[in-house]
């Protein structure tokens, strides 16, 4: 099926996509002045801006306020970082190509960017999250031009999000490129994405039907007769499939082709035991020669949630459980991280064994979701409505063009399961209902292969705002904020009896913990919002957590807030302030805290033995309770080089009470692997009646 649409060519949109071909796309990283302020006239290419600094893109002009926080001795609750206006100035030196078009590619700006070239107002985009683009074709020149941009992080009424348990990093903290195309090409200022869109239709016994959308305009002053040529190769590079699609376009217009394909046996894309993945490439062929090109990857999967709570992949169950992983950040840099940092994150989580992770609260950096696409990891992915929310028309519109950037720029990512429409509305009311309805048919429009979701809190567990999405979770903290971990479970029960045909599931769950706070064993729950956040409570929290929460299969998903400790301004507790320290590992990714070897216990299946309480160095009791992580049948244990003592692994703890000597004690463990490997992990523990 073809269509044809009449666009205007003088008029310049916005988009959102991965770059083009890495040869079409040049970076411009280096070379900027930047002013943390409002600066009249910084648009006009006559303003000294000598003394303004000189950054790299992407940058942030957040980066030192990451562990800014409030000081509750001088009566301060939250944090106070910098949420105003800055500019960046670029001097580009540009040769054009005759028959070229020009766009300019920003792979973010928090959270509205305002573009001039050469003095001339190019455009606007409201959003900190998405990629978008602009049409500068017509407006760059040969020689030296002037590109500046204004971007302000301010709280703004008709922008998405208004409030968050996060920092909101300013600047233009992704990638800045200026793409070249040719005048018939694949549209990529369609914030639907890179010009092609690649899904997996259905699955039978007979194969897997594929279909492929590719859309195309003509920027030619005459009609375009050509082809359409896409190919599907397998993971060694070997075309399996290929298809020609004839198409004519008048000047101007834009039109689509739909291609269909029917692999007999294909290897499927299974989650963490085989994320086996195809790669697409659709090219322009004019003339017998391919013009323009562009590529995506094909994990051949279907996803699906039962009404009984039962998630599918490939129409088998597939236990789906993870973490939360809140925008990747480094400390002291905020989001400026490398490909290589995303891809340590991911590791963590993957050794891990987590099937499954909810990115919060926004949408994250591509890698993230092709990371994702290699590892068999399942992702639940969403647009930033969360907490608070405006009830004018512009704001909803907003979040409805934030969503189609979401599902643009993330659907040919196999990973992507389903579409998250917000998290934790504190009201519902009319307007409330019709953001979440709008935001929900939007998705469905745009990709009705996908569920939706939604994570809800704080009001009726069935209030009408949890009921717009295909599935629902909830963000629930028993043993943290309210009453004791162990209630998980009766919650739970009593939820599935009243909505038994609805799909639920925990889209967080969570304590604080800091390496530095030990108390073993501990006496009572932590304050929440207090200094003392020890982390042997956190691995009970845990334990106890997934204990019910494994018995209950009519969990659709369960999510643990959260994998990494993460800057947040609004928080002021645990061992400093700014930082949410509900994660299983640290800021700097050094340490795992035991509640990460818990779940690796639980869901890895390469063996591993881990002791607990590890940087309780001191203890305060001559008897002591040794508790290990292990996924093998049993360990044995030591004190001191005494005799070894074989304990049995129940609910993947081991357990053994010893008697400490006055002074410093070696405990040893030791576990034999199904392959005749030894594991080995070992604590020293001191033990003195007085300091």
């Known amino acids: 099926m073809m269509t044809l649409i009449r666009r205007g060519l003088l008029g310049l949109a916005l988009l959102a996509a991965p770059a083009a071909m890495a040869d079409e796309a040049v970076p411009l990283s280096e070379g900027w002045r930047f002013v943390k302020e409002d600066v009249r006239g910084a648009e006009r290419p006559g303003l000294d801006d000598v003394r303004w600094a000189r950054v790299a893109v992407p940058h942030t002009y957040n980066a030192e306020d990451s562990g800014i926080g409030g000081a509750k001795a ?22 054009p190509r005759a028959a070229t078009r020009y766009l300019l590619h920003f792979g973010g700006a928090t959270l509205k960017a305002d573009v001039w070239l050469n003095g001339e107002k190019v455009g606007s985009h409201a959003g900190g999250y998405a990629a978008f ?44 490129t200026l793409i070249a195309t040719p005048q018939l090409h694949f549209d990529r200022l369609d914030h639907a994405g890179p010009g092609i869109k690649v899904r997996t239709e259905a699955l039978g016994k007979a194969g897997a ?23 599907i190769a397998d993971a060694q590079g070997r075309v399996v499939a290929t298809q020609r699609s004839p198409l004519t376009l008048a000047p101007g217009a834009r039109g689509t082709a739909d291609q269909r394909f029917t692999l007999k046996s294909p290897k499927l894309w299974g989650g963490r035991k085989s994320p086996y993945l195809y790669r697409v490439t659709s090219e322009v062929v004019a003339g017998g020669k391919a013009i323009d090109r562009q590529t995506a990857p094909l994990g051949i999967r279907t996803v699906a949630v039962k009404p009984d709570g039962t998630f599918l992949l490939n129409g088998q ?11 990747p950040t480094r400390f002291g840099r905020g989001p400026i991280v490398t490909q290589a940092e995303i891809d340590e994150d991911l590791k963590i989580f993957d050794e891990m064994g987590v099937t499954g992770i909810r990115l919060a609260h926004m949408q994250h950096p591509q890698r993230v979701y092709d990371r994702a696409d290699e590892l068999g990891i399942l992702i639940l992915t969403e647009v930033p409505l969360i907490d608070d929310h405006d009830q004018s028309d512009a704001f909803r519109v907003n979040l409805v063009q934030q969503m189609r950037e979401l599902i643009a720029q993330t659907y040919n990512n196999p990973s992507v399961a389903l579409w998250g429409i917000g998290n934790e509305i504190r009201k519902s009311d009319a307007a409330s209902n019709r953001i979440l309805a709008d935001l929900n048919s939007t998705a469905k429009t745009l990709d009705p292969l996908r569920p939706t979701t939604y994570a809800h809190c704080c009001l ?67 304050e929440s919002n207090g200094y003392w ?31 990494i ?42 063996p ?78 001191r033990y003195a009646t007085r300091p």
């Open 317 to 327: 169950r597939y236990p789906l459980y993870g973490v939360n992983l809140q925008m």
């Open 533 to 563: 956040h020890p982390e042997q409570y956190q691995t009970d929290f845990h334990v106890k957590h997934w204990l019910e929460m494994k018995k209950r299969p009519f969990l659709w998903s369960t999510f643990i807030w959260l994998g």
């Open 608 to 685: 591993m033995l881990h002791i607990t309480s590890r940087r309780d160095t001191d203890k305060r009791t001559q008897q002591v309770k040794v508790m290990a992580f292990s996924n093998l049948p049993s360990i044995e244990l030591r004190l001191n080089g005494g005799a070894w003592k074989t304990v049995p692994v129940e609910d993947r703890m081991a357990k053994w009470t010893i008697e400490l000597a006055k002074g410093e004690n070696r405990v040893e463990a030791r576990a034999r692997t199904p392959d005749g490997k030894t594991l080995t992990d070992q604590v020293t523990w």
């Open 209 to 231: 039907t594929v279909g492929v959308t590719s859309a195309v305009v003509n920027d030619r002053a005459v009609p375009a007769t050509f082809q359409i040529v896409t190919r």
């Open 133 to 176: 683009r602009f049409d500068v074709t017509g407006r760059l020149k040969a020689g030296e031009n002037l590109l500046a941009v204004r971007v302000d992080n301010a709280k703004n009424p008709q922008i998405s999000p208004l409030n968050g348990d996060f920092n909101i990093f300013g600047g233009l903290y992704r990638e800045v």
């Open 74 to 95: 001088r009566g301060e609750p939250e944090g106070v970082y910098y949420r105003g206006p800055a500019w960046y100035r670029l001097k580009i030196d540009h040769t």
């Open 565 to 606: 400790d993460f800057p947040s301004f609004k928080r002021n507790e645990g061992d400093r302030p700014a930082i949410n320290d509900k994660g299983l590992v640290t800021e700097d990714r050094q340490t795992k805290k035991d509640a990460y070897y818990w779940y690796q216990a639980n869901w890895a299946e390469t």
């Open 460 to 526: 009726d567990d069935n209030d009408p705002i949890a009921l717009h999405s295909d599935t629902v979770s909830y963000n629930r903290y028993f043993g943290w904020y309210w009453t004791k971990s162990e209630d998980i479970g009766p919650w739970a029960d009593e939820l599935h009896a009243k909505m038994p045909t609805r799909p639920i599931g925990v889209s967080e769950y969570g304590a604080g913990a800091s390496i530095l706070h030990q108390e073993d064993p501990v006496v009572k729950r932590p």
